[in-house]
């Protein structure tokens, strides 16, 4: 059902472990382009079989290469929004506080998140599409536009260097994918903050904390259908819900 926030703030405090489950919404207002908005969304711009599947990669890593590295070089001139640092100061109330996110910028660690969950990886990182060691390659310091590059060659193998996030049709990191399952385990209560939640297996993780019991609470500009009880849904800009809902 449709609440205020003021009708949730006492399942907020009253929980032990919160499992905050984030996508492009939180970043929205720091600048960054969701991916399914209508007109500005990534998606609506961009062909993801061609920008976010290995087989576009193959087919033209110039391509891809060069849009991640303007997306990457676009994300240092963003900052962390109100929603960011609503969700890192829940976690100095010394409530035990897991963030999940679908997103792969860094605005929840420069926000003062630590330990975020990364299940589609960074844009902060780089690794190499043969031997997938990771590399070290610095942002550009040419203002780019997303035209084409061509990736440098791994050091170890000589391969092609490609971003460090998961494309669709590859598998999650492990180790991101045991720690959300864990967290939505674990928790009392999930946020689901500014996802559309389309993209599998990521989309699983609040479904999966709902059968363990938890309460979810939905936080999107659209309105999210809640099917079931323990559901709620507050409509409105994670920007402007999260701080009214997350404060003391
Ligand atoms: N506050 C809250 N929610 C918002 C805001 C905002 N300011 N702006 C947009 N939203 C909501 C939209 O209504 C939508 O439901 O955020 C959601 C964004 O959905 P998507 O663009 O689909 O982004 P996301 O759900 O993170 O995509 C999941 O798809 O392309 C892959 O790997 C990529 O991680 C991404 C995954
Ligand atoms: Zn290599």
Known sequence: SYQSFIDLKPIVQSSQHILIFTGAGVSAESGIATFR????GLWAQNDPQQLATPEGFLDDPARVWGWYQWRRQQLLACQPNAAHRAIAA????GLQVTVVTQNVDDLHERA?????VHLHGSLLETCCFDCAAPADVPVAQVPLDGAAIAPPACEQC?????PGV???????????????LAAADGCDLVLVVGTSGLVYPAA?????????????VHVNTDPVPVAAEREYCLVGPAGEVLPALLSG
């Open 158 to 162: 000589g391969g092609l260097l490609r």
């Open 90 to 93: 829940l976690a100095e109330r």
């Open 166 to 180: 998961v494309w669709f049709g590859e598998m999650l990191p492990q180790d991101a994918w045991s720690a959300a």
């Open 112 to 116: 003062g998140s630590r330990e975020v």
């Open 37 to 40: 908005d209508a007109l500005t």
């Open 204 to 216: 699983q993780i609040p479904q999966l904390a709902w059968e363990s019991g938890a309460t979810v």
